[in-house]
């Protein structure tokens, strides 16, 4: 599975200077495949490409690009099953979750950039012109590991369907479904230097692409340290910048919703992709009368929970994607227990009967206060901290009170009280009583969580211009 060239204009091209690392597999620790890491001048090539492809490519028509986006869907139905594997092998998502999670919902933003651009208006009247919205430019795209796929797919396909170029770097530690886009997109046919594909690193050819003058414009999904270096160096010219960074979720069961049913999903949704989500519900919040009942439901939602080899099939968590993480988490759950959070399951160390692969156990803490550690940083595992409240105002509080602000949940048999709770999170998407993924609304952060919007029509017009054209005759 060696994929050691980069996709620069339209080919299939060496790095400037050659430059191999391992790419390991999480349920083996063991090295499966290689590709090359790239250099400045690599990102350099690659935005300069994109620039020559950005004048002819911002005026083809509509039905162009929706005959390319369609030629691009077709192929990742063709490959998906191709598309999971490389991503169980590569970060460790259980195959299933991969075939009918990671792999589809990429595809789904795709077919919803489609959508979009069937029916959108470039041009509009307003007041004594016309209002047009054009292609932002170059973009630079830096995507992360953890939904290796769905990133990517979430910024290429409104790019491409807005009319703009593409400089992708994807994770170099989750890099090989990526890939596998690149050639379904080489297969659909685009111009030349549309889309162009350069591996590496954060500090090498992540920030190449923030800084460079040639790209106008930079997405970004990662933690938010690296956001804020991302941002510093796109201010020097003055690009627009979207980012997707950290959260620290919180997930309020009011004293009215079913309380066993709200726990069970909230225990799983927090322990979904081996909790590497930037919105997981890791704080669950519930009425401290009923403490001790919740903590009841969330064991026996953990023992429903399958470890095992990601490529089975009945697997429902795999590791964690590398050792590092397994580090971080394994640190996290060792300061639950010094500050004094009760465990509830779970806890540090392997799970017993997996002596290799970056397993963690998925662990519950009750008896949480917010100051604790496990309750502030953002842990990217399968660990749930339970905060207690008296009060709704309290609840709303304890959920505000964190630099995050990328989603929020909330659980009520009233869906009138719960949207009124919601309506106080501050936080850029709010989920009632575990309503399930909609690829059509916007997705995005306040505060420390990034700017900017994805998904549906919210994400289209990040990539596009306003342009007033005043004085046009009616």
Not at 140 to 147: F, M, S
Not at 266 to 291: D, E, I, Y
Not at 400 to 419: E, I, W
Request: glycine content about 10%; some cysteine; charged content about 20%.
């Amino acid at each position: 599975m060696d994929s050691l060239k980069f996709y620069i204009d339209g080919r299939w091209v060496d790095p400037a200077s050659p430059h191999a690392i391992a790419v390991v597999n999480p349920a083996t620790e063991e090295p499966f495949a290689q590709i090359s890491l790239g250099s400045a001048q690599d990102a350099d090539k690659a935005a300069r490409a994109a620039r020559r492809a950005f004048a002819g490519y911002a005026q083809t028509s509509v039905a162009a690009r929706l005959s390319w986006l369609e030629k691009i869907i077709a192929g990742f139905r063709a490959r998906l099953p191709e598309l999971a594997r490389a991503m169980t092998l590569e970060m460790g998502a259980p195959i299933t979750f991969a075939t009918e999670r990671q792999a589809t919902v990429a595809l789904f933003h795709f077919e919803e950039a489609a959508r979009v651009l069937a029916g959108f208006a470039f041009e509009e009247r307003m007041g004594a012109g016309i209002v047009r919205h054009e292609p932002i430019g170059v973009c630079g795209l830096i995507t992360p590991w953890n939904w290796p796929l769905n990133q990517v797919a979430s910024k290429v396909a409104p790019a491409l369907a807005t009319g703009c170029t593409v400089v992708l770097k994807p994770s170099e530690i989750a890099p090989l479904s990526v890939m596998l886009l690149a050639e379904i997109i080489h297969e659909a046919g685009l111009p030349a230097g549309v889309f162009n594909l350069v591996n590496g690193d954060g500090p090498t050819v992540g920030e190449a692409i923030a800084a460079h003058p040639e790209i106008d414009m930079v997405s970004f999904t990662g933690s938010t340290g690296a956001g804020i270096r991302v941002a510093q160096l796109a201010a020097q010219t003055v690009k627009r910048v979207a980012q997707e960074l950290g959260g620290k979720s919180a997930n309020i069961i009011l004293d009215d919703a079913d309380l066993r049913t709200a726990v069970t999903a909230g225990v799983h949704a927090c322990n979904t992709n081996g909790g590497q989500n930037c919105q997981s519900p890791t704080r669950m919040l519930v009425n401290r009368s009923r403490k001790d009942e919740a903590f009841d439901a969330a064991r026996a939602a953990i023992a429903t929970i399958r470890l095992g080899d990601p490529l089975d099939p009945a697997t429902t968590m795999g590791p964690l994607v590398n050792q590092r993480q397994f580090d971080r988490v394994q640190s996290l759950i060792q300061s639950g227990l010094d500050e004094g959070a009760t465990l509830v399951a779970g806890g540090p160390g392997r799970p017993a009967d997996l002596n290799r692969g970056y397993y963690v156990r998925p662990t519950v803490f009750g008896d949480v206060t917010p100051a604790m550690r496990i309750a502030r940083e953002e842990i990217f595992g399968p660990v749930l901290s339970i905060l207690s409240f008296d009060t709704e105002d309290e609840a709303i509080a304890i959920a505000n009170d964190t630099p995050f602000g990328l989603a929020g949940f909330v659980q009520s048999s009233d869906a009138a009280r719960a949207r009124k709770v919601a309506n106080r999170i501050r936080a850029g998407r709010v989920y009632l009583n575990n309503a399930g993924f909609d690829r059509s609304l916007p997705f995005g952060g306040y505060k420390q969580s990034g700017n900017g919007r994805e998904f549906g029509i919210f994400g289209f017009r990040e990539y596009l211009e306003v342009k007033a054209l005043v004085g046009y005759p009616s």
